[in-house]
């Protein structure tokens, strides 16, 4: 491992361990997203966002969601017209991410469109009330990336970052925006329909996946996706079967910390096994949060559930990809 990664290996390890234990121990609303998000942020090979970038990441991501709630103002009432304007809103989205759109603005849109229709199908007030939490666990995700670059900044022989891919051909950008299109539509459809309220962090959790699929890549780039998910799942059952015996909030953030220690070390060294890393924190925070009572005080049937729910997320979305990829290609490719 070289001196970069082993950096950017105990930024990550620091960073998104102290925002779990600061988000699992006062448990406020959203608290799972502010690890989740600081794992975004430490996670790519960035450098240290500025004031400025900061302020800018708040205004798209208040933006984004301000969005999906007027979205539901207009839609709500009328599941066709909903059904409809998400289609369009989401092929516009992926199309600008082809395009080369920042990815965390790409980020916050998805999250606005997808996820705060599916509450405002249950009370506006419900979907006014996660725009507001959402944007205070990202101000505080904000606060643990700044103070993890502050104790492990780059070294300074750092290698500059890679220039950005060249954008794809106007064909390969519409099949992208199209077959993504064509996976999350029908899974927000389904979410919307049944009332899957209860499902909204594995379709969060689908939506990140959905950032990191490489196009044209077929089933053997999506299966790492749901690879990371098991890596993910495993290690927070080991985590949820230890504090179920071993009461003590310390010992739980011990184990966190240290199983995201070895994801990180997965994500940064470059192998063959590197790409099964990268969508395994979100999975282990989100199942690590899930349950009412992280310690196991309950008879883990919800624990459980959400593991399913995540696994189940993740399959949609790789082979629904690989689908996808197959029917909707660009015409020079047929």
């Known amino acids: 491992m070289t001196e970069l990664a082993a950096t950017r290996t105990i930024r990550f390890t620091a960073g998104t361990g102290l925002a779990a234990a600061f988000a699992f121990g006062l448990d406020y609303s959203l608290g799972v997203v502010t690890p989740m998000l600081a794992a975004v942020f430490l996670s790519g090979p960035g450098p240290r966002p500025t004031l400025s970038a900061m302020g800018m990441i708040l205004l798209a ?191 739980m953030i011990l184990m966190v910390t240290l199983a995201l220690a070895w994801i990180a070390r997965g994500q940064f060294t470059e192998g063959r096994l590197q790409v099964y890393f990268a969508s395994a924190p979100g999975a282990l925070l989100i199942l690590v949060s899930s349950t009412d009572s992280i310690f196991g005080d309950e008879t883990g049937a919800k624990f459980f559930t959400r593991l399913t729910s995540i696994v189940v997320a993740a399959a949609i979305v790789s082979v629904g990809l690989t689908v996808a990829e197959s029917l909707l290609r660009p015409r020079s490719s047929r």
Do not use: N
């Open 61 to 251: 991501s208040a933006c984004g969601l301000g969005l999906g709630v007027l979205t539901s103002l207009v839609c709500i009432h009328a599941p066709s017209l909903l059904f409809l304007a998400v289609g369009l809103m989401l092929f516009r989205i992926f199309l600008a991410a082809a395009r080369g759109t920042s990815p965390f603005l790409v980020l916050m849109l998805l999250i606005g469109v997808l996820m705060v229709p599916v509450l405002a199908s249950v009370s506006i007030q419900l979907a006014w009330d996660f725009l507001a939490d959402f944007l205070v666990a990202l101000g505080l995700a904000l606060v643990f990336v700044q103070l993890a670059f502050e104790l492990f900044p780059d070294p300074e022989r750092a290698s500059a970052a890679a220039a950005p891919a060249p954008s794809p051909p106007p064909a390969a950008q519409l099949a992208y925006a199209l077959q993504r299109t064509a996976v999350f539509l029908p899974l927000f459809a389904g979410v919307v329909t049944l009332q899957l309220t209860g499902q909204l962090q594995a379709l969060l959790y689908a939506v990140i996946l959905s950032l990191g699929a490489q196009p044209r890549g077929g089933l053997k780039a999506s299966l790492p996706m749901l690879g990371g998910a098991l890596i993910g799942g495993a290690a927070a059952v080991v985590i949820y079967l230890t504090t179920s015996m071993v009461h003590e909030y310390v010992l």
